[in-house]
């Protein structure tokens, strides 16, 4: 079998804080174990599993423990219910299950099904039951259309991991809307924060030292948790950390948005002349719904995303943040300087054309002709004010030669926007908020994506040796200084999640993090010469956008 891959280098971390809720794994999912014989056990409600000892790393893994009844039959595209079993034997937890279902790159490279909703958790063997360790709950990004715990980029220390319905968990519509099954991938998590409340104790955790984390959706998702059910505080967790993405909607949060997709949806499998067909879709073949939904080069043009349901999610982001009703935990909130070359169209030539893009609803939404003006005066057609910054005054006509411009308002409007208006929020409330700029291209990314999203991931898991990378490196032939730029945000990030300041256990740190607050609104710039920074980068564009939210749908 093979092993899995070498430990994150940050170990000094690691033994300070004790953080002994751990994973690796790597692209096989296969796990190096030690004879069955000096394989764990741990009780929990339900019952009792058996994990695998990892002698090489001295970690404890427990695979593919299901945490909900799994979503097949009549209860997909339904609300997830808790497990109904209990059991006197031992259930094994040897294997990782099938990811769920989802479509693009970042899915293709493991057995998906319906079956996934799962937990796996990782500990140092050496954690008993009465430990009481802190717990961090990673949610994967993937624009909730892909992506899993299980990719080998998430080279895991500190946390537990889970499954999360992606794809098939977002569903929108009227109908779906009037049945209640809303948000469905967003439900599987809290469920899955339920289950981890009543049983992380039996594997060393504290239920009461839950930091929820993600990137992209991920971080969508702990902001969507942060404002779930009005802001309601259900004691699921007690921070949150959000690397690109937070509580606002990067597009309109709205069923009605969708509803021409899921339309279309029910039409293709034969649906669509039934007086139930959210029903209808639950009595369609598997293989023939996935056929359907997977689209060219494995990406589905069925993109649905959580909308406000007046439930869980009972009103917009930005309302929300607005009336401060949100759970006041501490949180860590960042974006990657250059997302816009990400999220922004390419193509755009003229400022006519600009201005058509942006009322004819490019970015899934028919912005008002009012609004679209003033973007225009905000964001001008001046090259030296777009992204990368590195490229000066010049234009990128294979983009198009707007390309820089609309690039730049592209990450304010989908990322930097959203994570400052999470800060301010934060900071009108004297909640801690630890806010962050990360500006470092990584060597697997091409000059002109620079600083581009997902690019800090690698240094937060300190994942030198590129696991799970496919297409490139992204510490290939980097300076010292990257490493060390990783080793200090992963025990920041490490810090945070054991003492809610990431200050505390910061290794290799020029700098100390100071939080956001409404007369010191400051974000730590993170590169090769990490330093404090007043967050006013594009303050006129950035404000503006936050303004006018409602326009916007979000």
Not at 36 to 49: A, D, E, L, M, Q
Not at 121 to 138: A, E, T, Y
Not at 310 to 316: F, H, K, R, T, Y
Request: proline share 5%; charged share 20%.
């Amino acid at each position: 079998m093979d092993s899995p891959p070498a430990r994150p280098q940050t170990s000094d971390a690691v033994v300070h804080y004790k953080m002994k809720l751990e994973t690796t794994h790597n692209e096989s999912r296969v796990v190096h174990a030690v004879p069955i014989g000096s394989s764990p056990t741990v009780t929990v409600r339900n019952g009792t599993y058996t994990g695998v000892r990892s002698s090489t790393y001295n970690q404890d893994f427990f695979l593919g423990m299901p945490y909900a009844q799994q979503p097949v039959g009549n209860l997909r595209f339904t609300v997830p219910q808790s497990l109904n079993a209990s059991w006197s034997d031992t259930h094994d937890a040897t294997q990782y299950s099938d990811i769920c279902v989802g479509y693009g790159p970042d899915s293709i490279w493991y057995p998906q099904s319906e079956a996934c909703l799962t937990l796996n958790v990782i500990r140092s063997s050496s954690v008993n039951k009465d430990s009481k360790l802190p717990v961090g709950v990673w949610i994967h990004g993937g624009g909730f259309a892909s992506g899993s715990g299980s990719d080998g980029r998430y080279n895991m220390s500190f946390i537990v991991k889970k499954s999360y319905q992606i794809a098939w968990g977002f569903i929108s519509s009227s109908q779906v809307s009037s049945s209640g099954n809303t948000n469905l991938g967003l439900r599987d998590q809290r469920l899955a924060l339920q289950w981890v409340q009543e049983n992380i104790d039996a594997f060393g955790g504290d239920p009461r030292k839950v930091t929820i984390w993600g990137e992209s959706a991920g971080a969508m998702s702990v902001g969507y948790h942060l404002t779930a059910y009005n802001g309601r505080d259900d004691k699921l967790f007690r921070a949150g950390i959000m690397q690109s993405g937070g509580s606002i909607a990067p597009r309109a949060a709205n069923h009605t948005a969708f509803q021409l997709k899921y339309n279309k949806l029910v039409s293709k499998v034969g649906c669509s002349d039934v007086v139930d067909s959210l029903q209808c879709l639950r009595k369609v073949p598997f293989e023939t719904l996935n056929t359907v939904l997977n689209g060219t080069d494995g990406y589905s043009e069925y993109n649905f995303s959580p909308v406000v349901d007046g439930d869980l999610m009972q009103n917009w982001g930005s309302i929300q943040l607005n009336k401060h009703a949100f759970v006041k935990v501490p949180i860590i909130a960042g974006s990657n300087t250059d997302e816009g070359t990400a999220f922004g169209p390419t193509g755009i030539n003229t400022t006519e054309q600009w201005y058509q893009y942006l009322t004819d609803g490019g970015f899934n939404f028919q912005t008002p002709a009012s609004v679209a003006k003033r973007i225009l005066e905000l964001y001008p057609d001046d090259p030296s004010q777009g992204i990368p910054a590195y490229l000066g005054d010049q234009r990128v006509p294979s983009n198009g030669y707007q390309w820089r411009r609309t690039s730049a308002f592209g990450g304010d409007y989908s990322m930097h926007a959203n994570r400052r208006r999470q800060c301010e929020a934060w900071a009108e409330t004297l909640t801690p908020a630890y806010c962050y700029r990360f500006n470092v291209r990584s060597a697997d990314v091409p000059p002109l994506s620079g600083v581009t999203h997902f690019e800090e991931v690698s240094f937060v898991f300190h994942n030198i040796a590129g696991l799970g990378y496919h297409d490139g490196k992204p510490f290939a032939g980097v300076p010292q200084s990257y490493i060390d730029l990783s080793s200090m945000m992963t025990s920041m990030w490490a810090s945070f999640i054991h003492d809610l300041d990431p200050n505390l256990g910061a290794v290799k740190a020029p700098v100390y993090w100071d939080s956001y607050s409404k007369n010191k609104p400051v974000d730590l710039c993170l590169d090769t010469t990490s330093h404090m920074e007043a967050d006013t980068w594009r303050k006129d564009g950035i404000d503006y956008i936050n303004s006018v939210a409602r326009a916007f749908w979000r």
